[in-house]
């Protein structure tokens, strides 16, 4: 009965406030564990050479990357894929992309990608992070 009046008195103290900040606190800590957009476009920065997204994204040596997450390899209009990535119909998720950027030919053997140098794991994150805010028309996914 005493644990109960306890309690009892630490929620009318206030005690739920702290409770309530822990979860404030996990839930965000939770989302940014996905990674940070505004980094992962410091991150794109060693890719422009080769890809780009946006609205008025186009074809470069690489594909555009607009919608990248949940589109199949080998799929944009107009570039030439290597049969590495058009017969592997790999479907982009975060672990796929991860595996790809740390190491395309190790994921995709042919892929005519290079390697984009070592990434920390937080990079990888904050780079996917940043390619999911891109919806297929290179406008703001949803």
């Known amino acids: 009965m005493t644990n109960e009046r306890n ?8 005690g739920w406030r702290g ?3 822990l979860a404030v606190l996990l839930v965000a800590g939770a ?4 990674g940070d957009p505004a980094a992962g476009k410091r991150v794109f920065a060693r890719c422009q050479s080769c890809h780009q997204v946006g609205p008025s994204a186009r074809n470069l040596v690489g594909p555009e990357l607009n919608g990248l997450i ?3 390899s ?3 209009a107009g570039y030439a894929y290597s049969p ?8 982009w998720d975060r672990d ?5 950027v740390k190491n395309p030919q190790g994921f995709a053997k042919g892929t005519r990608m290079a390697s984009p140098g070592p990434l920390k794991p937080a990079d990888v994150d904050n780079l996917i992070a940043y390619l999911a ?4 028309d290179g406008g703001a996914a949803q």
């Open 7 to 14: 309690s009892a008195r630490w929620l009318q103290r206030g």
């Open 19 to 21: 409770v309530a900040c």
């Open 31 to 34: 989302a940014q564990a996905d």
């Open 70 to 72: 949940g589109r199949t």
């Open 74 to 76: 080998g799929t944009v």
């Open 84 to 91: 590495a990535l058009t017969d592997a119909g790999i479907v």
């Open 96 to 100: 796929a992309i991860a595996a790809f």
């Open 133 to 136: 805010t891109f919806a297929a």
